[in-house]
């Protein structure tokens, strides 16, 4: 399994200016090669790979000898990040995302990132060194501990125009985790606005944790400042500063919301029995662009969905926390899960202001709750997990739930 730890470090003036001298070079690359796919395309409707480009290195070192000073294997990898790019632009672009753009040259404004691919660098206990030719100045810094099998190593900054940020050291690191082993015992989460997380296991026992909404706090001071500096001219020292203050306040909001959905996603794993956990695989870029609303309803859904540090980032936490102690986490599709009724499966309108499902079989109950009853049941069915089912709608009844035994399709056969 690749982690990847995120290290700050405090690069001196000399090393700034070979940080800077290696950008320029790593974003004049990026530009040369995009402008050659962008041309053969045009002029010959021919894709080019990025093994043909990778090729096409030792000719272009000899003649420009200004990329000698940079390491080979740094401008391999500012190639890979064209062709990833160009990658993710035709997978969007074929799962019909129409506002997928292809993508674009880089600005020498900005501070472009630095890649080291598994060599170039050195590490000696706790301090790291990357190879350069551009002068005599030592690229070395303290990163506080020795990694091991170490992968892949990135030079960025948090805010790349001008470098006004700071600046960073991004390892991605190999490490052993325990094999997974089926237990027989699952939970499910269904992922929320106004609570983060609806769980229930097998015993129909719920937890719920609602969102701490950290945005409620910081969004009205933002808007304040925010509006403050549109009535200021751009680039002037009032607007200077009342940008500095929103870029801090912007940088809180995120940070509270990172540390807590950490904390929660590893609490929540630690904490469970299951070995197995079920989540609604999450689509939420079209959730925040919905067409039915207008105005400040959406504007207000928009931001509840994006300020809760984006849901389906607490999924991808809640994944690999799982995966180092062992435990698994399996997305499947939750549509329908939250309109359905889990006793008689008939299908309501459930627009979001809309909390509580009231079925004509009875059935009245929290939709999140509603949500993640029908992601277990969709889970268990689906898998032929038959003795789990009725274990599963046993204990719905002792919990006072109403209950019916029943499948959704697609299910198989029982034999």
Same mark, same amino acid.
């Given at each position: 399994? /690749?982690?990847?730890?995120?290290?700050?470090?405090?690069?001196?003036?000399?090393?700034? &200016?070979?940080?800077?001298?290696? #950008?320029?070079?790593?974003?004049?690359?990026?530009?040369?090669?995009?402008?050659?796919?962008?041309?053969?395309?045009?002029?010959?409707? +021919?894709?080019?790979?990025?093994?043909?480009?990778?090729? &096409?290195?030792?000719?272009?070192?000899?003649?420009?000898?200004?990329?000698?000073?940079?390491?080979?294997? @740094?401008?391999?990898?500012?190639?890979? +990040?064209?062709?990833?790019? /160009?990658?993710?632009?035709?997978?969007?672009? &074929?799962?019909?995302?129409?506002?997928?753009?292809?993508?674009?040259?880089?600005?020498?404004?900005?501070?472009?990132?630095?890649?080291? *691919?598994?060599?170039?660098?050195?590490? $000696?206990? $706790?301090?790291? $060194?990357?190879?350069?030719?551009?002068?005599? @100045?030592?690229?070395?810094?303290?990163?506080?501990?020795?990694?091991?099998?170490?992968?892949?190593?990135?030079?960025?900054?948090?805010?790349?125009? /001008?470098?006004?940020?700071?600046?960073?050291?991004?390892?991605?690191?190999?490490?052993?985790?325990?094999?997974?082993?089926?237990?027989?015992?699952?939970? %499910?989460?269904?992922?929320?606005?106004?609570?983060?997380? %609806?769980?229930?296991?097998?015993?129909?026992?719920? /937890?719920?944790?609602? $969102?701490?909404?950290?945005?409620?706090?910081?969004?009205?001071?933002?808007?304040?400042?925010?509006?403050? +500096?549109?009535?200021?001219?751009?680039?002037?020292?009032?607007?200077?500063?009342?940008?500095?203050?929103?870029?801090?306040?912007?940088?809180?909001? #995120?940070?509270?919301?990172?540390?807590?959905?950490?904390?929660?996603?590893?609490?929540?794993?630690? *904490? @469970?029995?299951?070995? %197995?956990?079920?989540?609604?695989?999450? &689509?939420?870029?079209?959730?925040?662009?919905?067409?039915?609303?207008?105005?400040?309803?959406?504007?207000?859904?928009?931001?509840?969905?994006?300020?809760?540090?984006?849901?389906?980032r607490f999924i991808e936490f809640l994944a690999y926390k799982a995966e180092l102690i062992g435990k698994k986490v399996i997305k499947i599709d939750e549509s329908y899960t939250s309109k359905t009724c889990y006793v008689c499966g008939k299908i309501h309108d459930m627009p979001l202001w809309k909390r509580n499902m009231e079925c004509d079989c009875g059935n009245y109950i929290?939709?999140?709750?509603? #949500?993640?009853?029908?992601?277990?049941?969709?889970?268990l069915s689906q898998n032929a997990l038959w003795t789990g089912y009725q274990k599963f709608s046993d204990n719905l009844r002792q919990t006072g739930l109403p209950t019916s035994i029943r499948f959704f399709e697609p299910y198989p056969q029982m034999t």
């Amino acid at each position: 399994m /690749h982690l990847t730890a995120k290290v700050k470090i405090y690069p001196t003036d000399e090393q700034l &200016k070979v940080l800077w001298e290696l #950008s320029d070079k790593c974003c004049s690359l990026y530009n040369l090669a995009l402008a050659e796919r962008k041309d053969a395309w045009k002029l010959e409707r +021919k894709n080019i790979k990025y093994v043909d480009q990778q090729n &096409k290195l030792p000719d272009l070192k000899k003649r420009n000898p200004e990329y000698k000073a940079v390491y080979s294997k @740094t401008l391999q990898g500012v190639l890979k +990040k064209l062709d990833a790019d /160009h990658r993710s632009f035709f997978a969007l672009r &074929k799962n019909g995302d129409l506002n997928a753009r292809p993508p674009n040259f880089k600005n020498r404004k900005y501070f472009q990132t630095i890649p080291y *691919n598994q060599s170039g660098f050195y590490q $000696s206990g $706790s301090v790291i $060194s990357f190879s350069h030719k551009i002068n005599d @100045t030592k690229l070395v810094f303290y990163i506080g501990k020795k990694f091991e099998n170490i992968k892949q190593i990135e030079i960025y900054n948090d805010d790349p125009f /001008h470098a006004k940020g700071d600046f960073y050291i991004s390892v991605t690191y190999e490490v052993a985790t325990p094999e997974y082993i089926d237990n027989g015992c699952y939970q %499910t989460i269904d992922a929320g606005i106004t609570k983060i997380v %609806t769980c229930i296991n097998l015993k129909g026992k719920f /937890h719920e944790i609602k $969102s701490p909404r950290p945005d409620k706090y910081w969004q009205p001071k933002m808007d304040k400042i925010k509006s403050r +500096k549109d009535h200021c001219k751009k680039k002037s020292r009032k607007w200077v500063k009342l940008h500095g203050n929103y870029r801090i306040m912007e940088r809180k909001k #995120s940070n509270q919301l990172r540390d807590f959905q950490h904390k929660l996603s590893k609490k929540m794993v630690n *904490n @469970t029995k299951a070995n %197995t956990i079920i989540v609604g695989n999450l &689509k939420v870029k079209n959730m925040a662009q919905s067409k039915k609303l207008k105005g400040k309803r959406k504007r207000a859904m928009n931001r509840s969905i994006q300020n809760q540090g984006y849901l389906s980032r607490f999924i991808e936490f809640l994944a690999y926390k799982a995966e180092l102690i062992g435990k698994k986490v399996i997305k499947i599709d939750e549509s329908y899960t939250s309109k359905t009724c889990y006793v008689c499966g008939k299908i309501h309108d459930m627009p979001l202001w809309k909390r509580n499902m009231e079925c004509d079989c009875g059935n009245y109950i929290d939709r999140d709750r509603n #949500s993640a009853i029908n992601i277990m049941t969709n889970f268990l069915s689906q898998n032929a997990l038959w003795t789990g089912y009725q274990k599963f709608s046993d204990n719905l009844r002792q919990t006072g739930l109403p209950t019916s035994i029943r499948f959704f399709e697609p299910y198989p056969q029982m034999t």
